[in-house]
């Protein structure tokens, strides 16, 4: 299959050229389209070789639940089976945006989107062109993020393709996504509202709109993670990852101390907050934003552990950002992406 890259800039959406791909959707392909968090790889809800195509080029585990895309509210009647005022408070304070809120199922989803669970996770993205793209199409769409299950998840239409180059038919590119992590995953179906994945939508945006506490699930504090795809190490670059956190001086010590126990011949990556970039001994340091400007990191975290790939990293050091309000998002991801070796300095 030859995969065709349409490129739809965002600012003057050129609606015609979008037509081939709503038509792919609906006629029951997979297309990758580009939303405010990462690029989708998309699937008419109720076609069902469609949805597994989806987990196939994936390498998608079938325990691993899909989010439906809409771009209209009214489209959930066909989708869930109750919407309560907290969620419609929610809905009116983020919608479209990058939170994705689990409700009871409507009986007919298919157990692919859900994985055999009561609940469908459903999210209105932002994107203006993902938009587009879900207007003309008519229908939900399901899409996990459009990269290889394990490797970190897509910001730039590139990165779709070097995933998915001739298994898939279309890749909308409309340039970089602008928040760069994946949505913010919020279930009210459990008594308390339980954030299931930390996103740009923070803990704390959603207390104060429900003026409520909004819990958040850690690692092991459940049983069953309730958002299945949790479990699985995520997000990681193909050499070993370090994670250092904890006080500012201490991490760059630390950093420079594992530097050093390479040998020289090894190529050693440092993911460095723009404030400490000139402070390591050696390696090839990236700068992933000043740390007060988290959104920078949120939008360049992916692509810089894609570039590690590239360059052939022998081990990858990271910096570890502040737990507050964003930071929340960008930790959870660089621990998945750490796979555990995570060296605290506080
Ligand atoms: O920003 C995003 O959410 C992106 C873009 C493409 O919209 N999508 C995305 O999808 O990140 P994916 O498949 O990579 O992650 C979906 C997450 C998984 O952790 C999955 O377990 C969880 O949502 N999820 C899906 N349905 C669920 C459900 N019914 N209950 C709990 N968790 C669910
Ligand atoms: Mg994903």
Known sequence: MQTKVIQVNPENINKSSLLPAA?????????????????????????????????????????????????????????????????????????????????????????????????????????????????????????????????????????????????????????????????????????????LRPGSITREMLEKVLGEPVYLTKPGEIDRPQAPGMKYRHYAPKAPVILVEGKNDKVVEKINQLIGEKPTSQKVIILSSTENKDRYCRGIVMDIGPQTQLEITAALIYQSLRECDKLQADLVLIEGVSDEGLGAAIQNRLRKAAGGNVIDVT
């Open 23 to 195: 038509e792919k959707l609906k006629e029951g392909g997979v297309v990758a389209f580009p939303t405010e968090t990462v690029y989708g790889l998309g699937a008419v809800y109720n076609r069902e070789n469609a949805l597994k195509e989806v987990f196939t080029v994936k390498g998608r585990p079938a325990d691993n639940p899909l989010i439906l895309h809409i771009w209209d509210q009214r489209q959930l009647a066909d989708i869930v089976l109750e919407i309560n005022p907290r969620y419609q408070l929610l809905m009116d304070a983020f919608w479209p945006g990058p939170l994705t809120l689990v409700f009871p199922k409507k009986p007919d989803i298919s157990p692919l989107v859900t994985a055999g669970l009561e609940t469908v996770a459903v999210r209105m993205p932002s994107h203006p062109v993902g938009r587009q793209l879900l207007e003309l199409t008519g229908l939900p769409v399901a899409a996990p993020s459009a990269n290889l299950s394990g490797s970190p998840s897509p910001t730039l239409a590139e990165h779709v393709i070097s995933d998915f180059d001739g298994k898939i038919p279309y890749v909308i590119d409309s340039g970089p996504c602008s928040a760069g992590i994946e949505s913010t995953v919020l279930t009210l179906t459990t008594d308390q509202p339980i954030i």
